[in-house]
């Protein structure tokens, strides 16, 4: 009978970016510190998503920090109101802001992301009314999304790392965050090899860039 405590190696995890031990991710994931604290509040139905770019977002950022739960611990909903932090709600809803990097604020900046479908997003607004009262911010039109494997409504959908990563260059251009997405374009590119050249484009019908 085998050990519960020793599951086989084809199933062992690494205990920090959770994926299966041959497939650790963790060699790529940059540890870049930022001015502007990152906060993700993950829907519960995405913690064990195969694909889960919050958990690698937050890795590689110094100071980031993810929140499981569908209804925030009545702790966090209080530090969200801190008037001793200039939050803001990364949320495209009808009336948000252009995110911008000038703030006529001297507090330290701190950004909430959303992780979930859209319909879980929405859901964990409604849910969380301490979220409604943050000013809401959205990134510019026109990006696009490098998340392959996805099917998203539009092509400017961005993966929560991507948001994230586009959000910090918006708001500290002297820093280079595009390290953030190497673990993520590793990761993409791992799941097509793993489903082969033919169900990719099959599924997907997008021709992988050279």
Same mark, same amino acid.
């Given at each position: 009978?085998?050990?519960?405590? /020793?599951?086989?190696?084809?199933?062992?995890?690494?205990?920090?970016?959770?994926?299966?031990?041959? /497939?650790?991710?963790? /060699?790529?994931?940059?540890?870049?510190?930022?001015?502007?604290?990152?906060?993700?509040?993950?829907?519960?139905? #995405?913690? &064990?998503?195969?694909?889960?770019?919050?958990?690698?977002?937050?890795?590689? @950022?110094?100071? +980031?920090?993810?929140?499981?739960?569908? &209804? @925030?611990?009545?702790?966090?909903?209080?530090?969200?109101?801190?008037?001793?932090?200039?939050?803001?709600? *990364?949320?495209?809803?009808? %009336?948000?802001?252009? !995110?911008?990097?000038?703030?006529? %604020? %001297?507090?330290?900046?701190?950004?909430?992301?959303? =992780?979930?479908?859209?319909?879980?997003?929405?859901?964990? @607004?409604? !849910?969380?009314?301490?979220?409604?009262?943050?000013?809401?911010? +959205?990134?510019?039109?026109?990006? &696009?999304?490098?998340?392959? *494997?996805?099917?998203?409504?539009?092509?400017?959908?961005?993966?929560?790392?991507? +948001?994230?990563?586009?959000?910090?260059?918006?708001?500290?251009?002297?820093? =280079?965050?595009?390290?953030?997405?190497?673990?993520? %374009? +590793?990761?993409?590119?791992?799941?097509?090899?793993?489903?082969? #050249?033919?169900?990719?484009?099959?599924?997907?019908?997008?021709?992988?860039?050279?």
């Amino acid at each position: 009978m085998s050990d519960p405590s /020793h599951p086989p190696a084809a199933r062992r995890r690494c205990s920090q970016c959770q994926r299966p031990t041959g /497939h650790c991710l963790c /060699h790529l994931v940059s540890h870049i510190p930022a001015r502007t604290r990152i906060l993700v509040i993950q829907h519960p139905d #995405e913690q &064990r998503h195969a694909l889960n770019t919050a958990r690698l977002l937050v890795a590689g @950022l110094a100071g +980031a920090e993810l929140i499981v739960a569908e &209804r @925030l611990p009545q702790q966090w909903a209080d530090q969200l109101l801190d008037p001793a932090w200039h939050t803001e709600l *990364l949320f495209p809803g009808a %009336d948000a802001s252009p !995110l911008q990097a000038s703030a006529a %604020d %001297d507090r330290p900046r701190r950004l909430i992301l959303l =992780d979930g479908t859209w319909r879980k997003a929405r859901k964990l @607004l409604y !849910l969380n009314p301490v979220l409604q009262q943050l000013p809401q911010v +959205a990134l510019p039109a026109g990006l &696009r999304s490098r998340y392959r *494997l996805r099917k998203a409504p539009s092509a400017e959908a961005l993966s929560t790392i991507e +948001a994230g990563m586009q959000a910090l260059q918006i708001l500290e251009p002297a820093v =280079d965050f595009s390290p953030l997405l190497v673990p993520f %374009d +590793a990761l993409i590119e791992g799941q097509i090899r793993a489903m082969g #050249e033919t169900v990719y484009q099959r599924n997907h019908g997008t021709p992988r860039p050279d």
